[in-house]
């Protein structure tokens, strides 16, 4: 389990995801080192959903923050949500991982997305969200035991 606290320092108005669950993916920058991932990931073509596949997210204007938790199980299970059911690779033992979540700008953001779940809660279809999804906002890593 751990808390977070995402900052949006940019002047524009973001969409971001904001979910308890988290993918781990390995981190691109560190041979050993894993991302526990909260963003747009593709959405599969080789399957059939009775509704497109949605990220919960949270809309942040320029210095608004907000705050979450999420939790995941050690050992790390990988992404597999790829085509043909295929499993991301991590390191056999990871030394470092970091938090990345994925954002969107609002003003890129065609009519009627993000959705409402409730009447505090949104949601973005992932689809949308991976064609938009530029930057992640990204911890420094942290050292595994």
């Known amino acids: ?53 949605y990220e919960t997210v949270v809309k942040l204007e320029p210095k608004q923050t907000v705050e979450g938790s999420a939790s995941m199980q050690r050992p790390f299970n990988p992404y597999d949500d790829l085509e043909g059911d295929k499993k991301v690779a991590l390191p056999s033992k990871p030394t470092s991982i970091r938090l990345c979540i994925g954002y969107v700008a609002a003003d890129e953001l065609p009519a009627g ?25 990204c911890s420094k890593p942290t050292p595994l035991k």
């Open 1 to 53: 389990m751990f808390k977070y606290k995402l900052t949006n320092d940019s002047s524009q108005t973001v969409w971001a995801v904001h979910s308890p669950t988290v993918s781990v993916i390995p981190d691109g920058g560190r041979k050993s080192g894993v991302v526990a991932a909260m963003a747009f990931f593709p959405v599969r073509r080789d399957v059939n959903y009775v509704q497109p596949p």
């Open 113 to 137: 997305q993000p959705g409402g779940l409730s009447s505090d809660k949104w949601k973005m279809d992932r689809d949308i969200g991976y064609r938009l999804q530029r930057k992640f906002a």
